[in-house]
T-cell receptor, first 118, second 113 residues
Framework: GAVVSQHPSRVICKSGTSVKIECRSL??????MFWYRQFPKQSLMLMAT?????????EQGVEKDKFLINHASLTLSTLTVTSAHPEDSSFYIC??????????????FGPGTRLTVL | AQSVTQLDSHVSVSEGTPVLLRCNYSSSYSPSLFWYVQHPNKGLQLLLK??????LVKGINGFEAEFKKSETSFHLTKPSAHMSDAAEYFCVVSDEGTYKYIFGTGTRLKVLA
């Protein structure tokens, strides 16, 4: 149980285009999902907290107009990188928090999406 | 504020020998602590979790960790390393209330044949 999927696993796009990444909790409901960015050989950096039915909460320094987050259902959150540039190239990982009692703070991670902007 | 410190950025062990990955935490309350493993170009997999129950926590793949409040430590151990254990390991503390994760900087485990 507690499986999180991401799609696509890898995407290459041209500079100036927008890219959408989906994060789904497959076998549980997740009112809260998190989006992270990971640079090579570094730890994960939290970008934003996605809350079902409300606006996302962005970490300091993260441009909310560039990284659009939508959490339209209890099992789906999307991250759209708008007007992507080469410096947005990175590994993006989502996680979902299982709402079941006793497991409320455990996050389950998706497999990640490798974005390359040419 | 909570924080975690992973004391070693790289650890090398021979196959079949014990593994010790060190983590110290800072928290003003009884924390929730986690160990995750990340294989190259993959997401993070939960190894184990401490939530103020038993201080010795057993996880998957033979890993375990012991919560020591007096030492503010949560070290990860495994009696015998396998080649498949080679990966990046993250120690994590959960922020009470927001449920945000605070990550350590990671420890890269290398297993030598």
């Amino acid at each position: 149980g507690a499986v999180v999927s991401q799609h696509p696993s890898r995407v290459i796009c041209k500079s100036g285009t927008s890219v959408k990444i989906e994060c789904r909790s497959l076998d549980f409901q997740a009112t809260t999902m998190f989006w992270y960015r990971q640079f090579p050989k570094q730890s994960l950096m939290l970008m934003a907290t996605s809350n079902e039915g409300s606006k996302a909460t962005y970490e300091q320094g993260v441009e909310k107009d560039k990284f659009l987050i939508n959490h339209a259902s209890l099992t789906l959150s999307t991250l759209t990188v708008t007007s992507a540039h080469p410096e947005d190239s990175s590994f993006y990982i989502c996680s979902a928090r299982d709402q079941l009692a006793g497991r409320t703070d455990t996050q389950y991670f998706g497999p990640g999406t490798r974005l390359t902007v040419l | 504020a909570q924080s975690v410190t992973q004391l070693d950025s790289h650890v090398s062990v021979s196959e079949g020998t014990p593994v010790l990955l060190r983590c110290n935490y800072s928290s003003s309350y009884s924390p929730s602590l986690f160990w995750y493993v990340q294989h190259p170009n993959k997401g993070l997999q939960l190894l184990l979790k401490y939530t103020s129950a038993a201080t010795l926590v057993k996880g998957i793949n033979g890993f375990e960790a012991e919560f020591k409040k007096s030492e503010t430590s949560f070290h990860l151990t495994k009696p015998s390393a396998h080649m498949s254990d080679a990966a990046e390991y993250f120690c994590v503390v959960s922020d009470e209330g927001t449920y945000k994760y605070i990550f350590g900087t990671g420890t890269r485990l290398k297993v030598l044949a």
